[in-house]
């Protein structure tokens, strides 16, 4: 507390002292969101990493994501060493929630690189465009064409990796007109079981997936476009290694339309509103795995309607954004246990009880240019949220432990949140100061019997629990001249209410093996504080230097530390470019786990270091261009896990890869 207060006074004196200075504005508005390229378009931009790596390996790169690992697919994305129910994550601004109790299908999941083409990463509340969020917030944007003169484009991206066997095979059609354009593309990628160092074989780490996706836009006139946008994507036989079940199918609809007007010589810069739908089916399979002490079936299933209006327009030295928004989610979780003895009954419970999101919301930010040097940010948003319980049995099954429960619970939700941005000649630097809330997920709030593999808990959710509430501080500065470039960032988050799962030593549990019984509840305080150094030198016009570290600490409200917090961290490489070819070696590594916390199931995982090593080729033949990339990754084949590995499971040993883009 007495961190924010000196941060704050320090941060009212900066803004008062700078606001003094009057001078005309000329300055441009620089946002401090980050954004990835992905996919085709990084690969155009000559982007060091493999064309075809999956979404999670693009998002990877911020030095403010990172992924906890079940297995080789579906990773969870973590924002400031936070995880899926203090973020929010959404494609072209649409809402979708995963089906899966136990984490499997972040949305992540359920999009290809080939659908998009960037990644807008925002830190904390700033995240809270389309929803609230603590830690921060992922766009993933759609890859679309423009309009303009008749044209068709054929691609065709294929790729093999050595390691896992990882075929991808992919094609998309693009068509563009005056007045239409039509994106579709298919891709389809299947891969064995992967190898950690050593050749040790990971057993349950395949997947198959196939992803479908379409854009069609229509421009009625020059201001005004209507476009359609679905994604189809259906994932079978996916392992999950550190997991005790695989998932047998992983189903998702995505879609949506949208009318944007754009006016030109006006005010209105952009007004975009879309509606949209999609729905999610997750089936996890045990059938596959030895010695499984009861059988069960564990289907679920996510529905979400929304839509949301977005408008952008300036006034005088002000650029205003403003959205509505709003989505119904409809959560369904069940488990059905076959005992061994025929003679026992089988048992059913909802794990979600068919629990009804419906969240109505307004986000406002407003960038004011206060003069030549200075930019100042504000924004703020609330919203009303409901959950609830759709299914009078998941009601009786919750009132087991809260026998006064209502199956309906309304709550208001509000973010606030200034950062003012300083920029003269080659140095600049931000502070920013913030409150956000949030509401528990699904299965904090309404979760029954849901086994957390990691600590060994049975976990149960609590309806009663109030909103979890963080201020956050961040500033970052940074200095840009030249061959050189740094910049550093820090923010730190103290909460309040934060939401975390606590053994109640009285609840039997239901899995077999379990350790117990944990209980959503709120911790009066904790805190994570992030902080991160970024620098690149461009020794030459031909090679670049890059280093990139990061440092994190959590901690709850007995000090002690909390879960899935990033130890130090660093990648560093050079790299080289000449006219079409690019050639880099990178360095990637960990220091030991010194602050985890074995409550939590987390245990000191040792420090770690991989090298990689990749090139990459651009080249035209007639009107063909080819973008080609090969190169090994884990070059020494090291068995090695790291903090964000479920159960320490290892990472993949040597894996040579090749991708190829044609374009026609
Ligand atoms: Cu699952």
Same mark, same amino acid.
């Given at each position: 507390?007495?961190?924010?207060?000196?941060?704050?006074?320090?941060y009212?004196?900066?803004?008062?002292?700078?606001s003094?200075?009057?001078?005309?504005?000329?300055v441009?508005?620089?946002?401090?969101?980050?954004?990835?390229?992905?996919?085709?378009?990084?690969?155009?931009?000559?982007?060091?990493?493999?064309?075809?790596?999956?979404?999670?390996?693009?998002?990877?790169?911020?030095?403010?994501?990172?992924?906890?690992?079940?297995?080789?697919?579906?990773?969870?994305?973590?924002?400031?060493?936070?995880a899926?129910?203090?973020?929010?994550?959404?494609?072209?601004?649409?809402?979708?929630?995963?089906?899966?109790t136990?984490?499997m299908?972040?949305?992540?999941?359920?999009?290809?690189?080939t +659908?998009?083409?960037?990644?807008? !990463? $925002? %830190? @904390?509340? &700033?995240?809270?465009?389309?929803?609230s969020?603590? *830690?921060?917030s992922?766009?993933?944007?759609?890859?679309?064409?423009?309009?303009?003169? +008749?044209?068709?484009?054929?691609? !065709? $991206? %294929? @790729?093999? &990796?050595?390691?896992n066997?990882?075929?991808?095979? *992919?094609?998309?059609?693009?068509?563009?007109?005056?007045?239409?354009?039509?994106?579709?593309?298919?891709?389809?990628?299947?891969? $064995?079981?992967?190898?950690?160092?050593?050749?040790?074989?990971?057993?349950?780490?395949q997947?198959?997936?196939?992803?479908?996706?379409?854009?069609?836009g229509?421009?009625?006139?020059?201001s005004?476009?209507?476009?359609?946008?679905?994604?189809?994507?259906?994932?079978?036989n996916?392992?999950?290694?550190?997991?005790?079940?695989?998932?047998?199918?992983?189903?998702s609809?995505?879609?949506?339309?949208?009318?944007?007007?754009?006016p030109?010589?006006?005010?209105?810069?952009?007004?975009?509103?879309?509606?949209?739908?999609?729905?999610?089916?997750?089936?996890?399979d045990d059938?596959?795995?030895?010695?499984?002490?009861?059988?069960?079936?564990?289907?679920?299933?996510s529905?979400?309607?929304g839509?949301?209006?977005?408008?952008?327009?300036t006034?005088?030295?002000?650029?205003?954004?403003?959205?509505?928004?709003?989505?119904?989610?409809?959560?369904v979780?069940?488990?059905?246990?076959?005992p061994?003895n025929p003679?026992?009954?089988?048992?059913?419970?909802?794990?979600?009880?068919?629990?009804?999101?419906?969240?109505?919301?307004?986000?406002?930010?407003?960038?004011?240019?206060?003069?030549?040097?200075?930019?100042?940010?504000?924004?703020?948003?609330?919203g009303?949220?409901s959950?609830?319980?759709a299914?009078?049995?998941?009601?009786?099954?919750m009132?087991?432990?809260?026998?006064?429960?209502?199956?309906?619970?309304?709550?208001?939700?509000k973010?606030?949140?200034?950062k003012?941005?300083?920029?003269?000649?080659?140095?600049?630097?931000?502070l920013?100061?913030?409150?956000?809330e949030?509401?528990?997920?699904?299965?904090?709030?309404?979760?029954f019997?849901?086994?957390?593999?990691?600590?060994?808990?049975?976990?149960?959710g609590?309806p009663?629990?109030?909103?979890?509430?963080a201020?956050?501080?961040?500033?970052?500065f940074?200095?840009?001249?030249?061959?050189?470039?740094?910049?550093?960032?820090?923010?730190y988050?103290?909460f309040?209410?934060?939401?975390?799962?606590?053994t109640?030593?009285?609840?039997?549990p239901?899995?077999?093996?379990?350790?117990?019984?944990?209980?959503?509840?709120?911790?009066?305080?904790?805190?994570?504080?992030?902080?991160?150094?970024?620098?690149?030198?461009?020794?030459?016009?031909?090679?670049?230097?890059?280093i990139?570290?990061?440092?994190?600490?959590?901690?709850?409200?007995?000090?002690?530390?909390?879960?899935?917090?990033?130890?130090l961290?660093?990648?560093?490489?050079?790299?080289?470019?000449?006219n079409?070819?690019?050639t880099e070696?990178?360095?990637r590594?960990?220091?030991?786990?010194?602050?985890?916390?074995?409550?939590?199931?987390?245990?000191?995982?040792?420090?770690?270091?991989?090298?990689s090593?990749?090139?990459?080729?651009?080249?035209?033949?007639?009107?063909?261009?080819?973008?080609t990339?090969?190169g090994?990754?884990?070059?020494?084949?090291t068995?090695?896990?790291?903090?964000?590995?479920?159960?320490?499971?290892?990472r993949?040993?040597?894996?040579?890869?090749?991708n190829?883009?044609?374009s026609?």
């Amino acid at each position: 507390m007495k961190n924010i207060l000196i941060l704050l006074v320090t941060y009212l004196i900066s803004l008062w002292s700078f606001s003094q200075n009057k001078e005309q504005d000329s300055v441009k508005i620089t946002n401090l969101e980050e954004i990835i390229l992905i996919g085709h378009k990084a690969a155009l931009y000559e982007k060091e990493i493999k064309s075809l790596g999956t979404v999670d390996e693009f998002l990877q790169q911020s030095s403010k994501v990172d992924m906890i690992k079940r297995g080789a697919y579906a990773w969870e994305p973590i924002i400031n060493n936070m995880a899926t129910e203090r973020t929010l994550i959404t494609i072209d601004g649409m809402r979708i929630f995963g089906a899966c109790t136990d984490k499997m299908d972040p949305i992540t999941s359920y999009v290809e690189v080939t +659908n998009l083409s960037e990644a807008t !990463i $925002n %830190s @904390g509340q &700033e995240g809270g465009l389309f929803g609230s969020t603590i *830690g921060g917030s992922i766009d993933l944007k759609r890859n679309k064409s423009t309009f303009g003169e +008749n044209q068709w484009k054929y691609q !065709i $991206n %294929s @790729g093999f &990796e050595t390691n896992n066997s990882q075929k991808i095979v *992919g094609a998309s059609l693009n068509y563009r007109g005056k007045k239409i354009y039509v994106d579709t593309d298919v891709m389809h990628r299947n891969a $064995n079981n992967y190898k950690a160092g050593n050749n040790s074989e990971v057993l349950y780490s395949q997947f198959n997936k196939i992803n479908v996706s379409n854009t069609i836009g229509f421009k009625y006139n020059d201001s005004k476009l209507i476009e359609t946008s679905l994604i189809y994507d259906k994932a079978t036989n996916v392992g999950y290694p550190a997991l005790t079940m695989d998932v047998s199918l992983a189903k998702s609809l995505i879609t949506s339309i949208k009318y944007e007007y754009k006016p030109l010589n006006s005010n209105i810069k952009n007004w975009e509103t879309k509606l949209y739908f999609n729905t999610i089916e997750h089936k996890m399979d045990d059938t596959t795995r030895p010695n499984v002490p009861i059988h069960m079936d564990m289907p679920g299933w996510s529905e979400t309607f929304g839509y949301y209006s977005k408008l952008n327009f300036t006034k005088e030295k002000h650029q205003v954004l403003v959205n509505l928004n709003s989505f119904y989610n409809k959560s369904v979780a069940e488990m059905t246990m076959y005992p061994n003895n025929p003679n026992e009954n089988i048992m059913f419970m909802y794990t979600w009880p068919d629990v009804r999101t419906f969240y109505n919301g307004i986000f406002i930010n407003d960038d004011f240019i206060i003069n030549n040097n200075s930019t100042l940010n504000v924004s703020t948003s609330f919203g009303s949220h409901s959950n609830k319980v759709a299914s009078d049995f998941g009601l009786q099954s919750m009132q087991i432990f809260y026998p006064n429960m209502e199956a309906q619970k309304v709550r208001f939700l509000k973010s606030f949140g200034t950062k003012y941005k300083y920029v003269k000649s080659a140095f600049y630097y931000s502070l920013g100061m913030a409150y956000s809330e949030r509401p528990p997920s699904v299965s904090e709030g309404y979760g029954f019997y849901l086994y957390n593999s990691f600590d060994g808990f049975d976990n149960i959710g609590n309806p009663n629990l109030t909103n979890e509430k963080a201020i956050e501080a961040s500033l970052s500065f940074g200095f840009e001249k030249d061959r050189f470039k740094v910049n550093a960032s820090t923010s730190y988050f103290s909460f309040f209410d934060y939401i975390i799962a606590i053994t109640n030593p009285v609840l039997v549990p239901m899995t077999i093996g379990a350790n117990g019984v944990r209980v959503y509840t709120a911790l009066e305080n904790a805190s994570i504080f992030n902080s991160s150094i970024s620098s690149e030198i461009n020794l030459s016009n031909a090679f670049k230097y890059n280093i990139q570290v990061s440092y994190a600490r959590g901690k709850d409200n007995n000090n002690d530390n909390l879960p899935f917090i990033s130890p130090l961290s660093y990648t560093t490489s050079v790299r080289f470019n000449k006219n079409q070819f690019t050639t880099e070696l990178s360095l990637r590594g960990n220091a030991i786990q010194s602050h985890y916390n074995p409550e939590y199931g987390e245990d000191k995982t040792p420090s770690y270091a991989v090298i990689s090593i990749n090139s990459g080729y651009k080249f035209k033949f007639q009107t063909t261009s080819f973008i080609t990339k090969v190169g090994i990754e884990n070059v020494l084949d090291t068995y090695y896990s790291t903090y964000a590995d479920w159960k320490n499971i290892p990472r993949m040993g040597r894996n040579i890869y090749i991708n190829l883009n044609i374009s026609l």
